[in-house]
């Protein structure tokens, strides 16, 4: 039994490569489309009045062009400027004196419209046929042109984020070798690194800015690239 699986494994057939020279190129272009969620990370002062939280996930989109640098054949630098549009829903609670339960209070859409320029490390495994996966990791630097410089009264929204963040990523992806171009399917996050709350409250609402000490941001991407 076991001569006869040897005998399977050699009688298989190494499949014709598409675009065997491709990963010979030093540098190649293409774009990305994707789909994204986003939260907060917060750290919170002790015993505080309101409890915030992201209570529920709400789709969002990215587009992005890519290029690619070659560094070798297991390296390579790619740099992906791009849009990405997301929102959290923001959900803030208070405790019931009696009962102890946590009571809704208020919930704000907060919309993030970012400007990324992602600077990122790929790692590719051998190639197997017309597939090779590989690991990502790196840095962005965005720009959310949904941050509002003042309190707008009518929004009733009483959290004021930073236009600007610096992000980590990392991720997992396999590019696939069709006949005309490279598809790849890539999953990361992008952790950001800065506080991204204002620190200057409403002047009617603020104990909504006071409840929360730091504010980060998460997003999770599912993108598709065609290279």
């Known amino acids: 039994m076991f001569s006869g699986i040897l005998m399977a494994g050699s009688a298989q057939v190494k499949k014709v490569q598409n675009d065997p020279a491709y990963d010979?190129?030093?540098?190649?272009?293409?774009?990305?489309?994707?789909?994204?969620?986003?939260?907060?990370?917060?750290?919170?002062?002790?015993?505080?009045?309101?409890?915030?939280?992201?209570?529920?996930?709400?789709?969002?989109?990215?587009?992005?062009?890519?290029s690619e640098l070659r560094i070798n054949d297991y390296f390579s630098f790619r740099f992906l400027p791009g849009i990405t549009f997301g929102q959290r829903e923001l959900t803030f609670f208070t405790k019931d004196a009696q009962s102890g339960d946590m009571v809704l209070d208020r919930r704000m859409t907060v919309e993030s419209n970012y400007i990324d320029f992602p600077l990122i490390f790929k790692y590719k495994s051998k190639r197997i046929n017309n597939y090779?996966?590989?690991?990502?990791?790196?840095?962005?630097?965005?720009?959310?042109?949904?941050?509002?410089?003042?309190y707008e009264s009518d929004?009733?929204?009483?959290?004021?984020?930073?236009?600007?963040?610096?992000?980590?990523?990392?991720?997992?992806?396999?590019?696939?070798?069709?006949?005309?171009?490279?598809?790849?399917?890539?999953?990361?996050?992008?952790?950001?690194?800065?506080?991204?709350?204002?620190?200057?409250p409403d002047a009617q609402e603020p104990q909504y800015a006071n409840s929360i000490d730091r504010l980060n941001s998460y997003v999770l991407m599912l993108c598709f690239h065609f290279e």
Do not use: C
Not at 143 to 148: G, L, N, S, V
Not at 170 to 187: A, H, I, R, S
């Open 24 to 66: 010979y190129k030093w540098l190649h272009f293409g774009f990305t489309v994707g789909l994204n969620t986003m939260d907060f990370s917060f750290r919170r002062p002790g015993n505080p009045a309101l409890f915030a939280d992201v209570s529920r996930v709400t789709p969002g989109f990215q587009v992005m062009i890519v």
């Open 132 to 150: 090779r996966p590989f690991l990502i990791s790196g840095l962005t630097p965005r720009y959310d042109m949904a941050a509002r410089k003042d």
């Open 155 to 200: 929004s009733e929204i009483f959290i004021r984020l930073k236009h600007m963040d610096l992000a980590y990523e990392f991720g997992v992806g396999l590019d696939n070798y069709l006949q005309y171009f490279k598809f790849t399917t890539e999953l990361k996050i992008s952790v950001g690194l800065r506080d991204m709350l204002v620190h200057v």
